[in-house]
């Protein structure tokens, strides 16, 4: 069964840093492409970004040059680094991935940029 645990968010002011990470399990890691999606406050849920599993990766145009992507395919680690923080950034951050034709989400981690 596939299992997908956020951590790392937090309470930020506008210019910092948050890092946030996934941990998967239930998949082959090291196959599989991962992306992040997030979810503001009355907002529809939006891609952030993803990578594939040899580590190239794709920005959405607002996060691009202030978030980056990483992967760790031993321990089966996922990370968003998060620069530059903007109260616009504010949002649930889930980790996810396909598997099967299904689609699979974490539960999130809260994310709140204050300014």
């Known amino acids: 069964q596939v299992h997908l645990v956020e951590r790392g968010g937090g309470l930020v002011q506008a210019g910092g840093s948050l890092r946030l990470s996934c941990a998967a399990s239930?998949?082959?890691?090291?196959?599989?492409?991962m992306a992040w999606h997030r979810q503001g406050p009355g907002k529809q849920r939006e891609w952030v970004g993803d990578i594939t599993g040899s580590g190239s990766t794709n920005y959405s145009e607002s996060v691009k040059d202030r978030f980056t992507i990483s992967r760790d395919n031993v321990w089966n680690r996922l990370y968003l680094q998060m620069d530059t923080l903007k109260p616009e950034d504010t949002a649930r951050y889930y980790c996810t991935t396909r598997f099967r034709g299904r689609s699979y989400w974490g539960q999130g981690t809260q994310v709140t940029v204050s300014s």
């Open positions: 239930g998949i082959n890691f090291r196959l599989h492409p």
